[in-house]
């Protein structure tokens, strides 16, 4: 027997072909990353012109005023002292309604939201009698850029509009002559604004009970932070949560946020790069079963010819990125499987001139249809991709037992 007809070599150098087409999966693998890093660069730069990920906060009560001190040589001395007035009830009401904009060709969610903040201040007793300088109701935003419109504000009867900001918050002076402050009476107060961003939309609980109400047409929301929602309704029309959080448990409010992260699903570029994950799975396969048919039918396949059947298996998923982002995925997968497993019936057809040629195109369809089931599994992927390799496994162990005899002969 020829040294080249030996179905040890040939099944040696088969296994050496097979990893040889890892490098132009991860070729297409780095390709996959290098276009995601674009779409996420293009989504920085929409977000930074309409508005990043938004935290909200307040409003507070800030109060400036003069204090007498002594030095450290009894000298009196006049310092000015700033303290913050907590609401002792919050409640947001937020309507948030994401929507698609374009860059170039990728899409990317943002959201804009209506909100109501209503709830009350208790001014404490004492400040009456200090020498008050300053007074200014503020309110944050971690992305003033975002702001859409006026923000509005009445405490009490009186109404007020934000006219500056900085950093993060928006200040405005206000009147409280006729106040009460005993430490009993409560100031209602009612702000109004809209805003933008993208991503995720969070809350500070700066009350002493905070109540948040969030309903959205997002059907993908990650609830996050410090709190989950206490009610949370999600279907494919979108969700209502909705959170409640004391004083009591919320420690300091500056470092407490909760609220959600509007997911724009699974992207074509993660479910591109988990479907090429599969690929040398799907190429094993198909070289098996071309040995089956060569083992079994006297039919001979060179490894010139696994050479062409395993690169149009690995240019499958250079077609699925390309066609993707044109396109929904699932759309994308099929027209590649199509075009991939058509071009192959040709060539099997060509190699092997007989039936075995539809068998072969039948198992690299069963392939990609098993690839995508594997894709639309989340808390099974992995065991179904474990049991299919233990099955690939249970192949080989089946058509390599005999190998000695079929050598011989």
Same mark, same amino acid.
């Given at each position: 027997m020829k040294l080249k007809d030996s179905l040890p070599l040939k099944i040696?150098?088969?296994?050496?072909?097979?990893?040889?087409?890892?490098?132009?999966?991860? /070729?297409?693998?780095?390709?996959?990353h290098d276009r995601q890093v674009a779409a996420?660069?293009?989504?920085?730069?929409?977000?930074?012109?309409?508005?990043h990920a938004q935290t909200l906060t307040g409003p507070v009560l800030e109060f400036t005023y003069e204090k007498e001190v002594l030095d450290k040589d009894q000298n009196v001395t006049v310092k000015l002292e700033r303290e913050t007035v907590y609401p002792r009830t919050l409640s947001y009401e937020i309507d948030a309604k994401p929507q698609t904009l374009h860059r170039s060709i990728y899409d990317i969610m943002v959201y804009g939201a209506d909100v109501v903040v209503t709830g009350d201040f208790v001014l404490p007793a004492g400040y009456a009698e200090k020498d008050i300088k300053r007074q200014e109701v503020e309110m944050g935003l971690s992305d003033l850029r975002g702001i859409d419109?006026?923000?509005?504000?009445?405490?009490?009867?009186?109404?007020?509009?934000?006219?500056?900001?900085a950093a993060w918050t928006l200040s405005e002076p206000i009147d409280l002559d006729g106040i009460p402050m005993d430490g009993k009476t409560a100031l209602p107060f009612r702000l109004t604004y809209r805003v933008k961003g993208s991503s995720s939309l969070m809350v500070k609980p700066f009350g002493e009970t905070t109540e948040v109400r969030m309903h959205s047409n997002c059907p993908d929301p990650s609830f996050t932070g410090d709190f989950l929602p206490s009610e949370?309704?999600?279907?494919?029309?979108?969700?209502?949560?909705?959170?409640?959080?004391?004083?009591?448990?919320?420690?300091?409010?500056?470092?407490?946020?909760?609220?959600?992260? /509007?997911?724009?699903?699974v992207t074509q570029y993660q479910q591109t790069t988990r479907s090429a994950k599969y690929g040398i799975l799907v190429i094993l396969l198909?070289?098996?079963?071309?040995?089956?048919?060569?083992?079994?039918?006297?039919?001979?396949?060179?490894?010139?010819?696994?050479?062409?059947?395993?690169?149009?298996?690995?240019?499958?998923?250079?077609?699925v990125l390309?066609?993707?982002?044109?396109?929904?995925?699932?759309?994308?997968y099929g027209l590649a499987a199509l075009m991939t497993v058509a071009a192959l019936?040709?060539?099997?057809?060509?190699?092997?001139?007989?039936?075995?040629?539809w068998l072969l195109t039948a198992l690299v369809a069963v392939a990609y249809v098993l690839s995508y089931i594997l894709l639309q599994m989340q808390t099974y992927a992995l065991l179904a991709g474990t049991l299919l390799l233990f099955v690939l496994l249970v192949g080989i162990m089946y058509l390599t037992t005999n190998l000695n005899k079929r050598s011989e002969a």
């Open positions: 040696a150098l088969m296994g050496v072909l097979a990893l040889m087409m890892l490098i132009p999966l991860a /070729m297409i693998q780095s390709q996959i996420d660069e293009s989504r920085n730069e929409v977000s930074a012109s309409w508005g419109g006026s923000v509005d504000i009445t405490l009490g009867e009186t109404a007020y509009s934000f006219h500056s900001g949370r309704e999600v279907t494919d029309e979108g969700f209502t949560a909705r959170w409640s959080v004391s004083e009591i448990n919320r420690g300091k409010p500056e470092d407490t946020s909760f609220g959600v992260t /509007m997911l724009q699903g198909v070289f098996i079963a071309g040995l089956a048919v060569e083992l079994v039918g006297k039919k001979k396949i060179d490894l010139v010819q696994y050479l062409v059947i395993g690169l149009s298996l690995v240019l499958f998923y250079a077609l390309s066609f993707s982002e044109f396109m929904r995925f699932p759309v994308a019936f040709g060539y099997f057809r060509g190699i092997l001139r007989d039936k075995t040629a």
